[in-house]
């Protein structure tokens, strides 16, 4: 028989017919049972002091505010074979690292926002789109490589983050509202041919930019008209 650590006291069933543990218990580690298919915020509701958590390989689905201000919380390791991270799932959370598989093709509004000791997060390869708010104001993120399925980065994805630089995609179609904004560090980014839409103040408050690469072809609105900073402005050559 498997060792589960956590007590479980109860279980139930969202309306989607998935299958969630409750656990009750004051252990710092908490591993799912492998019949749990998903989780949500009742699961853990009475496990406040939980550190660390350990994905059992039959997970599918993490449902929105699950660990939402579980401020103990600094590790997860998550399973492949997930495949939906809910909105502010993770929210104000003290993870310092995250990897999500690349079964994972949504991850919601807000997931990682005010996680201030998140620094490093390997995407997964499936994701097609960075919803609103997914990483804002994740403070010590230093580094994030988005991937090449990445079609949309949507409004406030990465506001207040801590990069210098920023890899966006070759297939990349559009960067929504305010993306960038409050983001100090960053000093260059270059924005792929295939970028056709730039949303007004992407890069506002962006103190340190000094370089920014258009499109061979852009034909969007004026520039200099979504962000407060003075900076070399050229069109990628041929």
Same mark, same amino acid.
């Given at each position: 028989?498997?060792?589960?650590?956590?007590?479980?006291?109860?279980?139930?069933?969202?309306?989607?017919?998935?299958?969630?543990?409750?656990?009750?218990?004051?252990?710092?580690?908490?591993?799912?049972?492998?019949?749990?298919?998903? /989780?949500?915020?009742?699961?853990?509701?009475?496990?406040? *002091?939980?550190?660390?958590?350990?994905?059992?390989?039959?997970?599918?689905?993490?449902?929105?505010?699950?660990?939402?201000?579980?401020?103990?919380?600094?590790?997860?390791?998550?399973?492949?074979?997930?495949?939906?991270?809910?909105?502010?799932?993770?929210?104000?959370?003290?993870?310092?690292?995250?990897?999500?598989?690349?079964?994972?093709?949504? /991850?919601?509004?807000?997931?990682?926002?005010?996680?201030?000791?998140?620094?490093?997060? *390997?995407?997964?390869?499936?994701?097609?789109?960075?919803?609103?708010?997914?990483?804002?104001?994740?403070?010590?993120?230093?580094?994030?490589?988005?991937?090449?399925?990445?079609?949309?980065?949507?409004?406030?994805?990465?506001?207040?983050?801590?990069?210098?630089?920023?890899?966006?995609?070759?297939?990349?179609?559009?960067?929504?509202?305010?993306?960038?904004?409050?983001?100090?560090?960053?000093?260059?980014?270059?924005?792929?041919?295939?970028?056709?839409?730039?949303?007004?103040?992407?890069?506002?408050?962006?103190?340190?930019?000094? *370089?920014?690469?258009?499109?061979?072809?852009?034909?969007?609105?004026?520039?200099?008209?979504?962000?407060?900073?003075?900076?070399?402005?050229?069109?990628?050559?041929?």
């Amino acid at each position: 028989k498997d060792k589960v650590f956590g007590r479980i006291s109860d279980y139930g069933m969202l309306g989607s017919g998935y299958i969630y543990p409750v656990f009750n218990t004051i252990d710092t580690l908490i591993e799912l049972p492998v019949w749990a298919e998903c /989780v949500c915020y009742r699961s853990f509701i009475n496990a406040l *002091k939980m550190e660390k958590l350990l994905c059992n390989d039959n997970l599918v689905y993490i449902n929105h505010s699950t660990f939402k201000d579980h401020v103990n919380l600094n590790t997860v390791v998550l399973n492949n074979g997930l495949e939906s991270i809910g909105l502010r799932a993770f929210l104000d959370t003290h993870l310092t690292e995250i990897v999500i598989p690349d079964s994972v093709t949504y /991850v919601g509004a807000g997931a990682f926002s005010w996680v201030t000791t998140l620094e490093r997060v *390997k995407m997964s390869s499936s994701i097609q789109s960075i919803d609103e708010y997914c990483f804002n104001n994740c403070k010590s993120l230093m580094k994030i490589d988005i991937p090449e399925s990445c079609k949309v980065i949507e409004s406030d994805a990465f506001t207040s983050c801590n990069f210098e630089e920023i890899n966006l995609p070759n297939g990349l179609e559009r960067i929504g509202n305010k993306v960038f904004s409050c983001c100090s560090r960053l000093r260059q980014v270059v924005i792929p041919d295939s970028c056709q839409i730039l949303v007004d103040d992407i890069f506002r408050n962006c103190d340190s930019l000094a *370089k920014l690469e258009l499109p061979r072809q852009y034909r969007g609105v004026n520039v200099r008209d979504i962000t407060e900073v003075q900076f070399e402005i050229r069109k990628q050559s041929k």
